[in-house]
């Protein structure tokens, strides 16, 4: 039995072993890549530099990195250079390139162009998360209006009709994306309508304060109370954000606890006045509580003895 399993266990590693080498004999290449334009700011139609900087994390060279999947908007004529023809990179270099274009008007009104692509070698990729990128390029200049309305809902995915009631009285704050800036807020009217104006073209976070007896359904979920929007330098002033709420319960203040022992027409009750004599509040009581101990185990040291007594002249 012993040699029919040992004979087993061979033929395993005998099978596996060609397979583990195969795999360890074929790594492939670890790229990272992460992107900064030159500039803060830009003005519509100007030019851009983004700096790439390639790295490959692995043990094992990169044959031909070049970018895939390019993606942008609001810019014109991008010319990606040494990452269209592609390059070697050996095992843990790094690598600066550059690629250019210009901003146009859609940047302009909509306070941002981008530009957003990967980078792949002929000899595969060992970790997908970090070769993509985006660098962002805001364009600023143009400002634009915003409306919404805040309507009653049971869910983040409530929908609004014309006939959907709206919740007044709520107040919508813009902000920057980082939170450093406040641009404007509103409060909604009775069909639960607000309306901003002049706003700067780009990202911004709008959040809501609802009354008393609501609560906002923002975000992926309906668990925020904020939501973020991008506002556009066009000629429509059709309201273009939708946030539900739901009705919620209201919770009563509790009374204070000192105010109510305090009170003159309900004094507390003594402690020992169904009790009998309380026992000072010191260390007394735990010394007292030592001492019970103490005779339960002399107690029931005693009467383990007289049992075994009883048990010996029993016996005897």
């Known amino acids: 039995m012993r040699t029919f399993a040992a004979a087993a266990l061979t033929g395993v590693l005998v099978a596996v072993l060609p397979a583990t ?42 044959k031909r990195v070049h970018y895939t999947g390019g993606d942008s908007e609001g810019v014109d004529g991008v010319t990606y250079g040494v990452l269209s023809t592609g390059f070697d990179l050996a095992a843990g270099a790094t690598r600066t390139v550059q690629l250019t274009g210009k901003t146009n008007h859609v940047a302009w009104q909509t306070g941002r162009g981008y530009v957003a692509f990967a980078l792949a070698a002929d000899n595969g990729e060992a970790n997908d998360a970090d070769n993509d990128t985006i660098a962002r390029l805001p364009v600023a200049g143009a400002f634009g209006d915003l409306g919404g309305y805040v309507y009653q809902g049971e869910s983040f995915d409530a929908e609004w009709t014309p006939q959907t009631p709206g919740i007044p009285g709520v107040k919508v704050v813009v902000s920057s994306t980082d939170g450093k800036t406040t641009y404007a807020d509103a409060v909604t009217d009775a069909k639960g309508l607000f309306r901003l104006a002049h706003l700067p073209a780009g990202d911004v976070v709008l959040t ?11 975000g992926e979920n309906g668990e925020d109370d904020h939501t973020r929007t991008q506002i556009s330098a066009d000629d429509s002033d059709e309201p273009r ?72 002249h029993l016996q005897a």
């Open 21 to 62: 080498a195969a795999l360890a004999a074929d790594p492939k290449p670890d790229i990272a890549v992460t992107s900064a334009a030159d500039k803060a700011n830009y003005a519509e139609g100007e030019t851009f530099t983004i700096t790439v900087t390639v790295q490959n994390k692995s043990s094992v060279d990169a």
């Open 208 to 218: 809501f304060t609802v009354p008393a007896g609501w609560k906002i359904l923002a």
């Open 241 to 312: 954000v939708f946030v539900p709420a739901k009705k919620v319960a209201v919770g009563s203040p509790s009374p204070s606890p000192s105010a109510s022992a305090s009170s003159p027409s309900t004094p507390a009750p003594s402690p020992s006045s169904s009790a009998g004599p309380g026992l000072p509040i010191t260390g007394d009581n735990t010394m007292l509580l030592v001492g019970a101990a103490a005779v339960a185990v002399a107690v029931g040291t005693v009467l383990v003895l007289a049992v075994r007594r009883r048990r010996v």
